[in-house]
């Protein structure tokens, strides 16, 4: 089946005058396949709410080309949006309108029942307070409330920036039970960008992470995953007076190995196995305590990829993530990069943005 | 079409328009009421008696229209007055009242203090300010209608929904005209309906015939077309500002700021009928129908100013090119601009 969503080469240009024009997208590229919940990743800034925008019609682009079910958008969205549920960066309504008033205009401008309204209003559990004027509602009832107008079409695509922005537990479970449900029973593409890292993680299927506005990798959550975990080892000796010396051992014994002390513990990377690494510290005279694979998660694995991991006393600033090099598209994920890599290819980036910025 | 419904209708729930309405409705009601208390049928035998008592009383401290009364031939004899006797406004008149306008000076309408509202004359001009007002609170609740949907963010919404951008703005258009012509058009019958039935209880209806439709149906259309006109401005500076605000601040202070502009540069500068520098003179023309503004005397002997005419067809074009010119700016902004 074709991608619903296929997006390449995309690039917005923000102009500011006397400054520095800013690309918000630097050819991005992006394909959703069909039934799937995909997650859309990234760090602040990083482009994601600029896509969508894009996607939906709402903001010209300078370049690039996006299709939605095979058409081209934004020159057919009109044809297509019927079939498309949206919710961006937390839609604002009309404030003095109640949230059932709100459902029922946008349902009667589009020709859908009235009693569409209703369901979707059960559906977000937003059925009590649909006579509250929107004014009074909490972060969580309006997000509610967005994703409740995205819903009423019973659209084939549902386009979700940060749904979970503002929901409390219950909301965000039923939430995820709701888009798989949507996706897996049916057949309901479903786009999602989030910071939560923990939920993608539970809830899609497959995601592309983004930054600086090009895509930094894309595929199944679990080959991701996969593909960073174990790259790592974390090993304890009895005697931490050792570590320097193991230290000393590894990065010795074969080139590309890492081998980092962190407090009582050496984290190595790039070994070529477990058992590799004991046979070498045997060989040396020291012998270990403790030896564990660190298997990632998503978190650990969107820091390293996106260069956005914390460094002690030092915030990440906004568009300091890791810049890809304009040539090669879709690009290869950088494997194995050693986390403690990740804050200095950070901050080597960061004073790049910097430099860009001038 | 549904969609057009449903901007009527969201114009329609929103609080300011029932606000405007009740205002509107209040305030025609109450012009109504206060025309029916300060109007009165003509004065009564008994007060005419009274004032021309006093109208007499003071005319006749004076020697003059003592003499004019006694002398039947008083304005032929005088010299001083012999235009009277050519004059058509003292045509039909008796002696002794020719005598209290030519020589007294006071007449009994002087100690009479009544007012008849007479609707045949004036009803037709308390419609149009009637309908004024109403437009500028229409060309208000349309302008907010499309300012308060960009400020509120409701309008990105309402883009994923309908990407068309051109049919979108057409459509809010529409509405916000519709509820334009529907409130002045309500507005105006419920005027006319009250002040027929003030002047025939407490003033004067008049004649309305032919003629008297003809001209009021072209002055209250052509006010109406004007009312269009307005929303059409607002809604189009709410769309270019993407704030009521906006709108509303441009118009006022255009009317404030800018006219205080043309009046010093119009006051400094040496031009002919500086007055055509304001607005006003033009929307004067197009509701009048005809405007003259008299220059200065074009030379020594000549007594007679330099005249400009400006014909509600002049006016129609140089407001018609306004109001489409911000349309326009408001049609290509839309189009081109990124919804923030
Ligand atoms: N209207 C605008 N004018 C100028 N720059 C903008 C505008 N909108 C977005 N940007 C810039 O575009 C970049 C991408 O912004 P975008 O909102 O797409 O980020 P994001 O990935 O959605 O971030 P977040 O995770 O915080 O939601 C940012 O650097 C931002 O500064
Ligand atoms: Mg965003």
Excluded at chain 1, 207 to 214: L, N, P, Q
Excluded at chain 1, 215 to 223: F, K, L, N, Y
Excluded at chain 2, 209 to 225: A, N
């Amino acid at each position: 089946m074709p991608p619903i969503i296929e997006i390449s080469g995309l690039r917005k240009t923000y102009r500011r005058s006397f400054r520095q024009p800013h690309n918000a997208l630097d050819g991005l590229d992006l394909e959703v396949a069909a039934g799937q919940v995909h997650g859309f990743l990234g760090p602040n800034g990083s482009g994601k709410t600029t896509t969508l925008r894009a996607l939906l019609g709402l903001i010209r682009v300078d370049g690039g080309t996006m299709r939605i079910f095979g058409e081209e958008v934004p020159h057919r969205l009109p044809q297509v949006v019927g079939r498309i549920g949206a919710v961006v960066e937390s839609p604002q309504f009309f404030k003095h309108f109640s949230g059932r008033l709100t459902l029922q205009l946008l349902a009667e401008s589009a020709g859908i029942p009235k009693d569409r309204v209703e369901s979707v209003l059960e559906q977000v559990g937003l059925r009590d307070a649909a006579k509250a004027s929107v004014k009074g509602y909490s972060l969580g009832m309006r997000q509610r409330l967005a994703v409740a107008q995205a819903l009423l079409k019973q659209p084939q695509l549902l386009i979700l920036d940060e749904p979970a922005n503002g929901l409390d537990p219950a909301g965000i479970h039923h939430m995820r039970e709701l888009l798989q449900w949507l996706a897996h029973e049916q057949g309901v593409t479903v786009v999602v960008s989030s910071h939560l890292l923990s939920e993608v993680q539970q809830l899609c299927d497959s995601m592309t992470i983004v930054s600086r506005g090009r895509r930094i990798v894309d595929g199944s959550v679990a080959d991701i995953i996969a593909g960073h975990s174990g790259a790592s080892l974390s090993v304890r000796f009895p005697d931490a007076g050792s570590l320097p010396e193991a230290a000393e051992a590894l990065t010795t014994a074969k080139a590309g190995v890492g081998a980092v002390v962190e407090r009582d513990r050496l984290v190595v990377t790039n070994a070529p196995e477990a058992a590799w690494v004991t046979q070498t510290l045997a060989e040396a005279g020291i012998y270990l305590s403790e030896l564990v694979t660190q298997t990632k998660n998503l978190e650990s694995v969107f820091l390293e990829l996106t260069g956005t991991a914390p460094q002690p006393g030092q915030t990440v600033q906004i568009g300091q993530s890791v810049a890809v090099p304009e040539t090669a598209s879709p690009i290869e994920v950088p494997v194995a990069v050693s986390p403690d890599a990740g804050p200095q290819a950070g901050s080597e980036a960061g004073s790049e943005a910097e430099e860009a910025q001038r | 079409m549904n969609l057009f419904k449903a901007e009527l209708r969201r114009i329609a729930r929103r609080r300011l328009t029932l606000v405007f309405g009740i205002l509107l409705l209040a305030g025609v009601v109450g012009l109504a009421v206060i025309l029916a208390s300060i109007s009165s049928k003509g004065p009564s035998e008994e007060t005419l008696a009274e004032a021309q008592a006093q109208a007499d009383e003071m005319n006749e401290q004076n020697p003059d229209y003592l003499d004019c009364v006694e002398d039947e031939s008083y304005f032929e004899d005088n010299e001083m007055y012999g235009w009277v006797e050519t004059d058509p406004e003292y045509e039909g008149m008796s002696h002794k009242e020719a005598c209290e306008h030519a020589v007294g000076g006071w007449w009994a309408e002087d100690f009479i203090w009544t007012y008849t509202f007479d609707f045949e004359n004036e009803g037709p001009f308390v419609i149009v300010g009637v309908m004024i007002v109403a437009g500028l609170v229409m060309m208000l609740l349309g302008s907010s209608a499309i300012g308060a949907e960009w400020s509120s963010g409701g309008m990105s919404n309402l883009m994923v929904w309908h990407p068309n951008r051109m049919r979108l703005w057409g459509v809010k258009l529409g509405a916000a005209l519709a509820a334009c012509a529907a409130g002045v058009v309500v507005l105006a019958a419920l005027a006319f309906g009250l002040l027929v039935l003030v002047a025939s209880l407490r003033g004067e209806v008049g004649v309305l015939d032919g003629v008297w439709w003809e001209d009021t149906l072209e002055l209250v259309l052509r006010t109406g077309v004007l009312a269009l006109g307005m929303t059409l401005l607002g809604a189009s500076l709410a769309m270019l500002g993407r704030h009521t605000a906006i709108a509303g601040g441009v118009i006022a202070g255009y009317l404030i700021v800018g006219e205080l502009i043309v009046n010093m540069v119009s006051m400094n500068l040496s031009m002919d009928f500086p007055e055509r520098l304001s607005l006003y003179t033009w929307v004067g023309a197009w509701i009048t129908g005809r405007v003259e503004l008299y220059g200065a005397y074009s030379g020594f002997n000549d007594m007679t100013p330099e005249v400009m005419v400006i014909t509600w067809g002049d006016a129609g074009v140089l407001l018609g090119a306004i109001v489409l010119l911000f349309g326009a700016l408001a049609t290509w902004s839309f189009q081109r601009r990124d919804a923030a």
